[in-house]
């Protein structure tokens, strides 16, 4: 076990910590206010005349940067004329004078109030919101983590000290006990790298699938939105909301992270127990050592077909990202920029990406039971040798 680190480094942990949770906070707020906006269909659009301005920033609640709220006599394209307040960043004293393009969306069934802004490209419709909960998540993330870094400074933990909870434990999991340094030393098994590969493969939803709605909604916003790049929305094989990607994106991202560990440590566990660990639960009479050949037997026996069935979902993978890749081309004009043609493969590439990731870590049981009970022995005869070694001399 590592000693504990000193006061000082505590202390210096923690005021970081706290630092950068600040920091993102100001990023939540900036991000939020310059992805801020109601969605490309609007009920009514308009000119607006800024009357008054006041001044935020260069820090403030609306993030980084000097902004400006304003007041505005609104001329409505049906004629009704009326006074509006716009949020920080959609207007600004250099505006006065000057008729501004603004919209007001009333955002039903969004679960939001009226919403009115300067009347620019919708770009950013589908983004605020999963921007907004990926920074919200990392907040909380360095929230709970500066919290923690500053009980630590209050009450440091014993390099002796007993975990809690331990003491609790009944016989069974004390018996297999694993120190850190012996999960280090055992190779990573393929089922540990593909559930953190998996997790990097959520995180790349969270980031593509908000990012792909970017090049739909590049136009101004109207009454009948039409979008300038369609064949982005034909040329997808799904289409989740945004919001709903990256929230599933996320929580998945941290189960898969937090289970690799849990998967390592348990290889440990049979490389430094071997038999008595694997058929611990078992059930015959046999010795352990016999209940576990007869199992690794017939996992033996059908060697074939679970490579097979290993193998048969990574080829599929492939496949549909194949006919998503045929879908894009077809869809996208020759023409379209980089960013259509981006957002035109991100079924193709998040699916191409999957199906590697299944492949490269194909690893049936009984392979990845065989190489740990091989490591197991070996680690046994270097053991045995080594006390034979000491005792002749």
């Given at each position: 076990?590592?000693?504990?680190?000193?006061?000082?480094?505590?202390?210096?942990?923690?005021?970081?910590?706290?630092?950068?949770?600040?920091?993102?906070?100001?990023?939540?707020?900036?991000?939020?206010?310059?992805?801020?906006?109601?969605?490309?269909?609007?009920?009514?659009?308009?000119?607006?005349?800024?009357?008054?301005?006041?001044?935020?920033?260069?820090?403030s609640l609306s993030g980084?940067?000097?902004?400006?709220?304003?007041?505005?006599?609104?001329?409505?394209?049906?004629?009704?004329?009326?006074?509006?307040?716009?949020?920080?960043?959609?207007?600004?004293?250099?505006?006065?004078?000057?008729?501004?393009?603004?919209?007001?969306?009333?955002?039903?069934?969004?679960?939001?109030?009226?919403?009115?802004?300067?009347?620019?490209?919708?770009?950013?419709?589908?983004?605020?919101?999963?921007?907004v909960l990926l920074f919200?998540?990392?907040?909380?993330?360095?929230?709970?983590?500066?919290?923690?870094?500053?009980?630590?400074?209050?009450?440091?933990?014993?390099?002796?000290?007993?975990?809690?909870?331990?003491?609790?434990?009944?016989?069974?999991?004390?018996?297999?006990?694993?120190?850190?340094?012996?999960?280090?030393?055992?190779?990573?098994?393929?089922?540990?790298?593909?559930?953190?590969?998996?997790?990097?493969?959520?995180?790349?939803?969270?980031?593509?699938?908000?990012?792909?709605?970017v090049p739909r909604f590049?136009?101004?916003?109207?009454?009948?939105?039409?979008?300038?790049?369609?064949?982005?929305?034909?040329?997808?094989?799904?289409?989740?909301?945004?919001?709903?990607?990256?929230?599933?994106?996320?929580?998945?991202?941290?189960?898969?992270?937090?289970?690799?560990?849990?998967?390592?440590?348990?290889?440990?566990?049979?490389?430094?127990?071997?038999?008595?660990?694997?058929?611990?639960?078992?059930?015959?009479?046999?010795?352990?050592?016999?209940?576990?050949?007869?199992?690794?037997?017939?996992?033996?026996?059908?060697?074939?077909?679970?490579?097979?069935?290993?193998?048969?979902?990574?080829?599929?993978?492939?496949?549909?990202?194949?006919?998503?890749?045929?879908?894009?081309?077809?869809?996208?004009?020759?023409?379209?920029?980089?960013?259509?043609?981006?957002?035109?493969?991100?079924?193709?590439?998040?699916?191409?990406?999957?199906?590697?990731?299944?492949?490269?870590?194909?690893?049936?049981?009984?392979?990845?039971?065989?190489?740990?009970?091989?490591?197991?022995?070996?680690?046994?005869?270097?053991?045995?040798?080594?006390?034979?070694?000491?005792?002749?001399?």
């Amino acid at each position: 076990m590592s000693a504990p680190a000193s006061l000082g480094g505590r202390i210096a942990r923690a005021v970081v910590l706290w630092l950068v949770l600040v920091l993102t906070l100001l990023l939540t707020a900036t991000v939020a206010r310059v992805t801020y906006g109601g969605g490309p269909e609007v009920e009514r659009v308009g000119t607006a005349s800024v009357r008054s301005c006041t001044e935020h920033g260069p820090v403030s609640l609306s993030g980084i940067g000097t902004v400006y709220t304003c007041t505005a006599q609104v001329r409505w394209s049906d004629g009704d004329t009326e006074t509006r307040e716009f949020p920080a960043g959609q207007l600004g004293p250099a505006d006065m004078g000057t008729p501004v393009p603004v919209y007001l969306d009333i955002g039903e069934g969004r679960g939001e109030g009226p919403v009115v802004g300067r009347n620019g490209s919708a770009r950013f419709a589908e983004l605020e919101l999963p921007a907004v909960l990926l920074f919200g998540f990392l907040a909380l993330a360095l929230g709970i983590g500066a919290l923690y870094a500053t009980y630590r400074v209050l009450r440091p933990e014993r390099g002796d000290a007993t975990r809690p909870g331990t003491r609790s434990k009944d016989r069974g999991d004390k018996d297999w006990k694993v120190s850190r340094t012996e999960v280090e030393a055992v190779p990573a098994p393929r089922i540990a790298r593909r559930l953190r590969l998996l997790g990097v493969w959520c995180l790349l939803v969270v980031v593509l699938a908000p990012l792909s709605t970017v090049p739909r909604f590049d136009a101004e916003r109207a009454e009948r939105f039409t979008s300038p790049w369609p064949q982005v929305e034909r040329a997808l094989l799904v289409d989740p909301p945004p919001a709903a990607a990256v929230i599933l994106g996320l929580v998945l991202a941290v189960l898969l992270f937090a289970l690799a560990p849990v998967v390592r440590q348990d290889a440990a566990k049979v490389v430094k127990y071997g038999p008595a660990y694997v058929g611990r639960n078992l059930q015959g009479r046999e010795p352990v050592e016999q209940r576990v050949a007869e199992r690794m037997q017939a996992m033996a026996a059908n060697r074939s077909t679970s490579r097979v069935l290993a193998v048969v979902p990574g080829l599929v993978l492939l496949g549909l990202a194949g006919w998503a890749t045929m879908r894009a081309i077809e869809a996208a004009p020759e023409a379209a920029p980089l960013p259509v043609w981006l957002a035109c493969l991100r079924d193709a590439v998040l699916l191409a990406c999957l199906g590697v990731i299944v492949l490269s870590t194909t690893e049936s049981r009984y392979q990845r039971l065989s190489r740990l009970l091989e490591l197991h022995r070996d680690s046994n005869s270097t053991q045995a040798g080594t006390a034979a070694g000491r005792s002749a001399s």
